[in-house]
């Protein structure tokens, strides 16, 4: 049966009391389905209580949105990945655009968050895609695979089996354009390919697009067998509208 990951990146929005009530409206109209599972992406402060919403689910798992390399220590405003796990986190986004774009997140970082997460037991989900000058240029493959070998270069197969590689066109991103389902599958195809060349087991591989998903248009992304799933920002942010979402079957 084709699994399917739904997955919903909150942003800076939704905090603790606001995660409850939307884990109990996002509940009472999604039922646990055997063919897909859904993960949340809360602000960190929202960790642990959208965690605890979920805890009786095994289909719902709860990560941040980001983590720092180091353990612990004085590192001001900064969550590592074993505080996210005591706060009941089980994966973490890294390398989201906002945090390469907005925060000047590199390269190199995204390797050692990769391993900081893999290290303290995260599944990672990393992010990656090109902007719009890039892809104008025809550098979409390149920028994707720059961005592949620098987070995840110097995993092996049983590591990379553990992560999940998001791609997210920069320019689809929160501005209602979105690639069409074969552009995604062509550069899902070549993530897939990088993957298995370095030792994923077959069908252990799990990319995902995300960049201006709705429910109007989810279905026809799905068609592409090349998706395992979506990783969504703002169409997640209402309970009732993300509950029917996750519930889109391919077209
Ligand atoms: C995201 O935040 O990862 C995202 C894809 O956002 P949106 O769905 O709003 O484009």
């Known amino acids: 049966m084709r699994q399917l990951l739904f997955a919903a990146n909150w942003k800076m929005h939704i905090g603790p009391d606001e995660a409850r009530a939307y884990m109990k409206a ?5 039922h646990r389905r055997e063919d ?3 993960w949340f992406f809360p602000p960190a402060v929202s960790v ?12 719902l798992l709860v990560g ?7 353990p612990k220590g004085a590192f001001t405003g900064a969550v590592s990945a074993p505080l996210a796990l005591q706060a009941g986190a089980r994966a973490s986004l890294i390398g ?3 945090r390469r774009h907005v925060f000047g997140e590199t390269d190199d970082d995204t390797r050692r968050k990769v391993g900081a997460a893999l290290a303290a037991g995260l599944l990672p989900v990393v992010c990656v895609g090109e902007t719009l000058v890039e892809r104008d240029a025809g ?6 695979v720059r961005q592949l070998a620098a987070a995840l270069g110097g995993l092996d ?8 590689v998001a791609y997210e066109p920069v320019w689809a991103i929160g501005t209602g354009r979105n690639a069409t389902p074969q552009d995604a ?3 899902h195809r070549e993530i897939r390919g990088w993957l298995e060349r370095r030792g994923t087991p077959p069908h252990a591989a799990r990319v995902l697009y995300g960049g201006s998903v709705s429910a109007k248009n989810a279905a026809a992304l799905l068609t592409e067998q090349e998706l395992d799933g979506v990783l969504v920002g703002g169409a997640s942010l209402d309970p009732e509208g993300w509950a029917q979402l996750v519930q889109t079957d391919a077209a």
């Open 139 to 144: 550098h979409t493959l390149a920028v994707v």
């Open 185 to 187: 599958a062509a550069v």
């Open 157 to 164: 197969g049983a590591a990379l089996a553990r992560v999940v």
């Open 64 to 70: 941040t949105q980001d983590i720092y390399w180091e």
């Open 36 to 38: 897909r599972e859904v």
């Open 96 to 98: 989201h655009s906002e």
């Open 48 to 59: 642990e209580a959208t965690a605890q919403a979920t805890r009786d689910r095994g289909d």
């Open 26 to 30: 996002f509940r009472a109209r999604y």
